[in-house]
Every structure is written in structure tokens, then in C-alpha cells.
């Protein structure tokens, strides 16, 4: 009789773990079943909001569009009369240009024609200076060039016509590399002569400037092994001479113009404030050791 109690109440303890689990799943069901009601209500809701964002805002911009629309009818009329007005500024000050070039009787190009551009960089190269004074107020007078080219460049950006702009921007770049190949020239020049350019004492130190450029060349000819620094007061140069270097066959070439080609090509955003200033260290070309005629 015991054993047959103890059974009976193993199989309540069953029957009521059973229905609890049953009781258990079926809350979490209805539960989850209530969470998916309130998500997809949610959802409605979110989908509805942004659909009266997207009409209210649609309808803004069409209202605004209107309304610009509108604007630009009523100054059309403004608009045109100020563009022939910068039109005819701008013709005005052409023939002003191109009188005060005919009264000063300019020998330089004039950067609209690509026929005298083409003639004045061709007589430059054919015609090589050999006075550094002279190949520096070449210089000069390229960058004068080079800003009337620059003129014409925002002229042409201004009225939106872009192949004279290509056309004035490539002279500008040809005139530029003139101006490095004409120094450079004058500088090969001097350094194969540069014993004639030996002062008292057996120094060569040549220096000039215009408003463009300024050119300093040290040439190392004694190879004094005293020598400690370079010393330019013309152009507030000065600098250490290395050991190494002071008995070298070298020069040191000093150059500060006052454009910049170097912040268009840098990759930060640092930019050249005052000009450019390069010292170049160069090597001499062989000297003659014979006396008698000499071709260099």
C-alpha cells in the first residue's frame, strides 16, 4: 500500500511539471506573439513619419524651386545689363591696354597674339645671352609677360572660355621654363669662364638682381682649406662651407625669385610665402691646364 502512495504522488509531481512547461510556453508565445504586434506597429508608424517627411520636404522643394525660379525671371533683366556691362568694361580696358602699349612702343609680346609669343620665345632660345645682367632683365621681362598671361587667364575663366584659357595658361608654362633654361644657360656659361671672373684674391663671387630674380654664384677656384663660409651681403646670404667641400672642385648657386611653381605641385598644404630660395651645389667642368688657344 506504501509503495503504491509514493507512485501516485510521483505522477501528480509529473502531471503538474508538465502543465507548468505547457503554462510556460504558452506565455512566452503569447508574449512573443505581443512583441511582434508592437514591432510591426512601430514599423507602421516609422514608415508613415517618413513618408510625411519625404511629402513635406518634396513640397518645400518645390516651393523653393518656384520661388528661385521666380527670383530669376524678375533680375533676368539685371543679370543681362550687368553682364554686357563687364563686357564692355572689360573691351574698354583691352584698348586701353593695347594704347599704352602702342604710346610706350613695348618691345615685348603681346600674350594674345601666339604669333609674337611663338617669335619671342624662339629669339630668346636662338639667341642666348652671355651677360648675366642682361639674361636677368630677360628674365624680367618674362615675368612681365607672364603677368599679363595671367590676366587673360582669370579674363578667360571669367566669360567661361576655356580653350584660350588652356592657350594662355601654356604660354605662361613655356615662358617659365625659358626663364629656368636662360639661367641655367648663364650659369654654365660663367662657370666655364670662371677664372676670368677672379678678383684680387683668386675668389669668384658673381652677384646680380633685377625685380624678379636674384642670382648669386660662388665658384670654388683656390680651394682654400681655411675657407669656412660663403658670404653674399648683396643678397643676405651666408652659409657654412663643409670640409669636404672646401677643397672641391664645386660651385654654389644662390636663386630666389619671387613667383612660385612649387605650392601647385606640393602634396600638403604648405605654400611658398615671399618667393622661392634655392642654393644649388654644382660641379665644375674640367679647366684647361694648356696654354695657348682654348675652345670651350
Request: contains cysteine; charged residues 30%; hydrophobic residues 40%.
Amino acid at each position: 500500500m506504501a509503495k503504491g502512495k509514493g507512485g501516485g504522488k510521483a505522477a501528480k509531481k509529473a502531471a503538474e511539471a508538465e502543465a507548468a512547461r505547457l503554462a510556460a510556453e504558452e506565455e512566452c508565445t503569447k508574449l512573443d506573439g505581443e512583441r511582434q504586434k508592437l514591432e510591426g506597429e512601430e514599423q507602421a508608424k516609422y514608415e508613415a513619419e517618413k513618408a510625411e517627411r519625404q511629402r513635406v520636404e518634396a513640397a518645400r522643394l518645390a516651393m523653393e524651386s518656384e520661388r528661385l525660379h521666380q527670383e530669376n525671371d524678375s533680375i533676368a533683366f539685371f543679370l543681362g545689363t550687368r553682364a554686357n556691362a563687364l563686357r564692355a568694361v572689360h573691351l574698354k580696358l583691352k584698348d586701353d591696354v593695347e594704347w599704352r602699349r602702342y604710346l610706350a612702343c613695348c618691345p615685348r609680346p603681346d600674350p594674345r597674339l601666339e604669333c609674337q609669343i611663338n617669335g619671342y620665345l624662339n629669339t630668346l632660345q636662338e639667341n642666348p645671352e652671355t651677360e648675366l645682367e642682361f639674361t636677368l632683365e630677360h628674365c624680367d621681362d618674362n615675368e612681365l609677360v607672364i603677368g599679363e598671361a595671367q590676366e587673360l587667364v582669370l579674363a578667360a575663366e571669367h566669360f567661361g572660355n576655356g580653350s584660350k584659357r588652356e592657350k594662355h595658361l601654356e604660354y605662361l608654362s613655356k615662358i617659365r621654363s625659358l626663364t629656368a633654361a636662360q639661367i641655367d644657360r648663364i650659369t654654365a656659361h660663367i662657370l666655364q669662364r670662371a677664372d676670368e671672373f677672379q678678383n684680387a684674391k683668386g675668389e669668384v663671387q658673381v652677384q646680380a638682381q633685377v625685380d624678379a630674380v636674384k642670382f648669386g654664384l660662388w665658384v670654388n677656384l683656390a680651394k682654400n682649406p681655411r675657407m669656412k663660409t660663403i658670404e653674399i651681403p648683396e643678397l643676405n646670404f651666408i652659409s657654412e662651407l663643409p670640409k669636404s667641400l672646401a677643397l672641391a672642385s664645386i660651385a654654389v648657386r644662390m636663386l630666389h625669385v619671387y613667383y612660385d611653381e612649387l605650392t601647385a605641385r606640393a602634396q600638403n598644404e604648405f605654400m611658398a610665402v615671399g618667393g622661392v630660395f634655392a642654393v644649388d651645389l654644382l660641379a665644375l667642368p674640367p679647366r684647361r691646364s694648356k696654354r695657348g688657344p682654348f675652345v670651350r
